[in-house]
């Protein structure tokens, strides 16, 4: 079975300060990872996917296998980042579903 | 980017009644597409994944015949949800596969549909 834990429901952080949004995950084989945003009355979109190893809005996420773990981090905390963001595995095989995690809600206060 | 639209965006209806929610791929092939329900604070728990012109796979305690998926055409997918009740409350979101090479398993979402059974 597949399962993506996000501990913290809600993270409050002051604008410029650094964000991390932790995220576990438990999968037997070799998962892939992604990160969704949902801005205020928006829908769900990608942010990241560890395959790219990309920076997207100065987000980053590194998956560490060892410690199964995907942490969603961004150095100084923007008021626009303000969000819910949830992260979210696709095991192998399955036909491509994702197991989402609770989802963790940013704010970024000024 | 690719766009997924869901209708009606919100919906109320009587105990007892169907209603049919519509998933549309706007502007790309989706040869697969799933619905997820979600409930208030609450993650996206997948429902069914529905393929085109085959039957749909449901996850583990979802009823098939409670929750119908259709899925006719590569860029439509509906659900019905049959013999409403209020526990059948929920907001219902879908999203689609772009069925093209490059598409990196992403899945684009649709705007979700908020169901209220009286």
């Avoid at chain 2, 697969?32 to 529905?50: C, G, I, N, V």
Wanted: net charge positive; with cysteine.
């Amino acid at each position: 079975a597949q399962r993506v834990t996000q501990p913290e429901k809600l993270l409050s952080v002051f604008k410029g300060a650094p964000v991390e949004l932790k995220c576990n995950y438990s999968y037997s084989g070799s998962p892939e990872l992604f990160w969704y945003v949902q801005y205020s009355r928006q829908r769900l979109q990608l942010l990241l996917r560890h395959i790219s190893r990309e920076s997207i809005k100065g987000f980053t996420a590194d998956l560490n296998k060892g410690e199964t773990s995907f942490h969603l981090k961004k150095p100084f905390a923007q008021e626009e980042d303000s969000a819910m963001y949830y992260c979210a595995l696709k095991g192998q095989g399955g036909g491509n579903k994702l197991t989402f995690g609770t989802g963790t809600q940013l704010k970024v206060e000024l | 980017g690719a766009v997924v639209s869901q209708h009606p965006s919100w919906v109320i209806c009587k105990s007892g009644t169907s209603v049919k929610i519509e998933c549309r791929s706007l502007d790309f092939q989706a040869t697969t597409m799933f619905w997820y329900r979600q409930f208030p604070k609450q993650s996206l728990m997948l429902m069914a994944t529905s393929n085109e012109g085959s039957k749909a796979t449901y996850e583990q305690g979802v009823e098939k015949d409670k929750f119908l998926i259709n899925h006719a055409s590569l860029t439509l997918s509906t659900l019905t949800v049959t013999s409403a009740h209020p526990e059948d409350s929920s907001f219902y979101i879908c999203s689609a596969r772009d069925g093209l090479l490059g598409s990196h398993n992403e899945q684009f979402f649709g705007p979700g549909t908020r169901l209220t059974v009286l």
